[in-house]
């Protein structure tokens, strides 16, 4: 009989244990998103034609995974025994490293140079900088490019022992490559290595509050402005990691950062960092466009306070409108996404330009297309190859109304904004290749 007890009240015990989660999911609504988690959406009964949802019980299983109570804390155990017993990480996202580092796993193919960018790339993503440097300029405008540095180019002494081949990395070749083209280039590689203190987070893949004031005062060197912001002073602070959030989503664990001390003066139309556009009005001199990704969040307060007018975009559409002399266009992209540049052409109006076209061979062929562009009176003709690019710096030409435009070239292709609209298209004709060596693909249109 005692035996029969002990069963049924360990069976009973066994069977509130697993409800328990369930129970707490209905009482508190479930777990929140840890970090930049996404969770998964409470299914629907029926679809929007009103049947019934046939992935409502597999929907249902997926959002109770998500949410059930306690969720984070029993990640978070998971997560530290694995790191503890095994020295690994659960998170796919996040690479485990020595004494309590943290690195994001996207920077490995940068640390290891195993996903080198073609050549036609690296060429590609270079002269799509030229040609926003060329159209700011002819604006009376300064113009600059940066790159963030991953965290374990400059820091890998935590990070685990891995292969790595030989070679430069994409952006030290992309640098080669702008130093060329004489594009305006500043090197936050260098400007970091030449500091012995630790400027980037342990738990986080960004820099700290220090290391974004040292890229605020070489970004505004670099543009001919003074400003001291490295020197200080600087008051404590603490932080918790993007990277510790994802991997322990429970954790209580902060390290130390730093806050300017004497604090800011500009004001802001948002106070959230992440915003995908802030206008600021500081009390410098001159206006600011500014496009930015996630190492923006510390950097911008920086720029924001040095300029009377400034914007700053974490949108990867490099449309600069309507620059006025003395404005600066900044452009700031991390090491592991300069494949971007190829992703997302920028809005100009094409530049005009002069060729030997007369002599062109005719060879493969060219699907255009064309849509609507932000650019009044223009419309956009984006276009892919086939049979073609012979050189890894060839140019693409774009003829229409008897006027020859440079396109903003891509690894297969190319994008031009020109006069015209998508109710009055212009014929156009495309050119490929480099001066006294060009091909003219036949049009091919979807």
């Keep these: ?82 790191a503890a017993l095994f020295r690994t990480s659960v998170t796919e996202s996040v690479v485990l490293g020595n004494n309590g580092w943290l690195y994001y796993e996207p920077t490995l193919p940068d640390y290891t140079r195993s996903e080198p960018m073609t050549g036609r790339e690296l060429w590609c993503a270079a002269r799509t900088l030229y040609l926003l440097q060329e159209y700011a300029r002819g604006q009376g405008a300064e113009f600059l ?23 430069p990395s994409n952006a030290q070749a992309l640098h080669r490559l702008l130093d060329g083209m004489g594009v305006a280039y500043l090197d936050l590689f260098a400007v970091f290595e030449a500091q012995d203190e630790v400027l980037f987070f342990a738990g986080d893949s960004h820099w700290n509050g220090r290391g974004a004031a040292l890229a605020g005062d070489a970004i505004l060197a670099a543009l001919g402005r003074e400003s001291g912001f490295f020197a200080g002073p600087f008051a404590g602070g603490t932080h918790t990691g993007d990277l510790y959030e994802m991997l322990y989503p429970a954790g209580k664990e902060a390290e130390a950062d730093f806050v300017y001390a004497p604090g800011f003066t500009f004001a802001a139309s948002s ?142 292709g190319f ?11 212009p014929a156009v004709a495309v050119y490929v290749g480099e001066d006294g060596n060009l091909f003219r693909p036949e049009i091919v249109q979807p």
């Design 1 to 82: 009989m005692k035996k029969r007890i002990v069963s049924l009240l360990f069976a009973a015990l066994f069977i509130l244990a697993c409800l328990f989660p369930f129970a707490g999911l209905l009482i508190t609504g479930g777990a929140e998103a840890g970090a930049n988690e996404v969770l998964a959406a409470r299914p629907s009964l029926t679809g929007r034609d009103g049947r019934l949802n046939a992935a409502y019980l597999s929907q249902g299983a997926d959002y109770v995974a998500d949410r059930f109570f306690l969720r984070q804390e029993a990640v978070t155990l998971w997560a530290k025994l694995n």
């Design 145 to 167: 490019f940066t790159v963030a540095p991953n965290k374990n180019s400059l820091y890998d002494e935590n990070m685990p022992a891995l292969a790595r081949m030989e070679g």
């Design 271 to 412: 106070q959230n960092p992440d915003n995908p556009s802030i206008t600021a009005r500081g009390n410098g001199e001159g206006r600011l466009l500014c496009y930015r990704d996630s190492f923006g969040r510390n950097l911008y307060p920086y720029l924001a306070e040095s300029f009377a007018e400034s914007v700053f975009s974490r949108k990867n559409d490099y449309a600069p409108g309507e620059l006025s002399a003395g404005d600066c266009l900044v452009v700031e992209l991390v090491e592991r996404n300069l494949r971007y540049l190829n992703a997302n052409p920028p809005t100009l109006p094409a530049a005009e330009r002069t060729a030997d076209i007369a002599g062109a061979v005719v060879q493969g062929n060219a699907a255009i297309s064309f849509s609507p562009c932000s650019l009044q009176d223009y419309v956009n003709v984006r276009g892919n190859f086939t049979g073609l690019l012979h050189s890894e710096a060839a140019m693409v030409y774009i003829e229409a109304d008897g006027v020859l435009y440079e396109a903003v070239p891509l690894p297969g």
């Design 415 to 425: 994008s031009a904004c020109i006069p015209g609209s998508p109710d009055d298209v």
